[in-house]
């Protein structure tokens, strides 16, 4: 079905008729000009992210059901990294005439599967045309207690610094799905250009196997590479590690999620907290398959996981007096200590070199090479 045979209302109400809101904050969502909430005793967190097709995500080889997914994930991992609870999320879609309503549809469903797992109610939002593609505005509203809120200028001297999970798998997924669409559309390009030289000729017989032969470009073998797969397109938010930090009685005194790549978050709290710091290469944690695709590609593995990007893991100091409690807490990582300012940001290697860390992760204003 066209969107436009449903307009923007029409299709707003498809997409949200079944909506019931679980949050007692959470006092009217879906259905009139604004969504009505209330925080009587709590401080109020906001986020919100845009998702640009053609530089956040390609639809080659990502489906609208795992994208939707990951557009609620990368915002309540946001509510997670202030150490707070994600309450309401509101998504603004602009829309090209290829999609269909049941294409949004999936999308919702992906959407809805995301705000189910953490408990987040969907309270509005808006749908507009595009002419070039989609774009998706995502708004996450939490709450956290006054004191419980974690800033990313709170990191002080001799503080850990960890990190939860492992680093740089979701970059290898998409250097693996880059690879594997330049692959496809190499072979494909080339057998349209055979088939304009037959047409020329007049050779029917010819274009035929030249058309069967582009109906049979079929899927890559991922085998072996699946955890890859699911770092880059199945976003997972970390709200289990706040959970466990809590249960611990750690809280962090600075933290932020990892979505530009390890090297430029760390620069971030060190330069909100006027602070240098010390991470050791043997410490970052890196998955089996990160490392293998990593070799396959012929780049170095440390590099990937410094500036990769999309890993959405949390990085997080806690005081030195915390060691024990934090060496405890299954999936986090003790990778360095925080230093004076004047001690410079620093990544000891393997062999026990020094070199400056620099922020190369992403940088979405960035032109393209």
């Known amino acids: 079905m066209e969107i436009a045979q449903l307009g923007e209302f029409g299709l707003i109400d498809r997409l949200t008729k079944d909506i019931i809101p679980n949050n007692a904050s959470t006092l009217y969502g879906v259905g009139d000009d604004c969504a009505v909430l209330h925080y009587p005793d709590t401080e109020v967190l906001v986020t919100t992210d845009m998702l640009m097709e053609g530089v956040h995500f390609d639809l080659t ?156 470009l079929g899927q890559p073998d991922f085998s072996g590479k699946e955890y890859l797969l699911q770092r880059q397109l199945q976003t997972e938010a970390r709200g289990d590690i706040i959970q466990k930090l809590c249960k611990a009685g750690i809280r962090p005194t600075a933290m932020m999620d990892i979505s530009d790549g390890l090297s430029s978050e760390l620069m971030h709290i060190c330069k909100q907290s006027h602070t240098g710091c010390r991470i050791y290469e043997k410490e970052l944690p890196i998955d089996y398959q990160t490392a293998v695709m990593a070799e396959e590609m012929e780049m170095n593995v440390t590099t990937c996981a410094l500036n990769g990007g999309e890993d959405y893991e949390l990085l997080f100091t806690v005081p030195i007096g915390d060691l024990e409690k934090v060496r405890d807490i299954e999936g986090v990582h003790l990778i360095g200590h925080i230093t004076e300012e004047k001690f410079g940001h620093l990544l000891v290697t393997r062999d026990n070199q020094e070199f400056e860390l620099k922020a190369q992760g992403w940088n979405p204003l960035k032109e393209p090479q």
Not at 115 to 135: L, P, Q
Not at 170 to 176: F, I, P, V
């Open 61 to 216: 080889y990502i489906d609208l059901k795992h994208l939707g997914y990951k557009s609620a994930m990368v915002n309540i991992s946001d509510i997670f990294a202030m150490n707070g609870t994600p309450r309401q999320l509101t998504v603004s879609l602009a829309l090209s005439k290829r999609f269909t309503v049941e294409d949004i549809e999936q999308f919702y469903e992906g959407l809805r599967l995301a705000c189910e797992k953490w408990g987040v109610d969907i309270v509005g939002g808006d749908t507009t045309s595009s002419y070039t593609g989609m774009a998706i505005s995502i708004t996450c509203i939490g709450e956290a207690r006054k004191e419980d809120i974690v800033y990313r200028n709170g990191a002080k001297n001799t503080d850990l610094i960890c990190v939860s999970g492992d680093l740089g798998a979701a970059y290898m997924g998409l250097q693996l799905l880059e690879r594997e669409k330049n692959i496809y559309y190499s072979q494909y390009n080339d057998l349209q250009k055979k088939i304009a030289v037959a047409k020329k000729a007049g050779d029917t017989s010819q274009i035929s196997i030249l058309n069967a032969q582009i109906s049979n």
